[in-house]
């Protein structure tokens, strides 16, 4: 998996932590200092994630694709023309309708 996949998964891990926390904090409540301590390493957890993301943009060099061919600007032989038709346009030597 690429590095943005693997970022992805973690941030959808990261979103289902969050949306279990927030069930856990509804039924416990959000006094006590286990819940405060849980919803504050979720926070960090997401801040770091953003500043990972940041980091692997700016540091992970665009793949290069191998699929991308150079086509020269030169022009080519118009004797590789001489026996072909014009593409939708008929024969040469009679008229289009």
Known sequence: MSVH?????VQRCLDDLIRSVGRLEKQLGSGGLEMRRVRADTNHLRESLALLRETAAATVAPQKRT???TISDTPYDPSLWVDTDDEGLGA???RAP
């Open 92 to 94: 040469r030597d009679r």
């Open 5 to 9: 996949d693997e970022l992805a998964s």
């Open 67 to 69: 699929d991308l061919v």
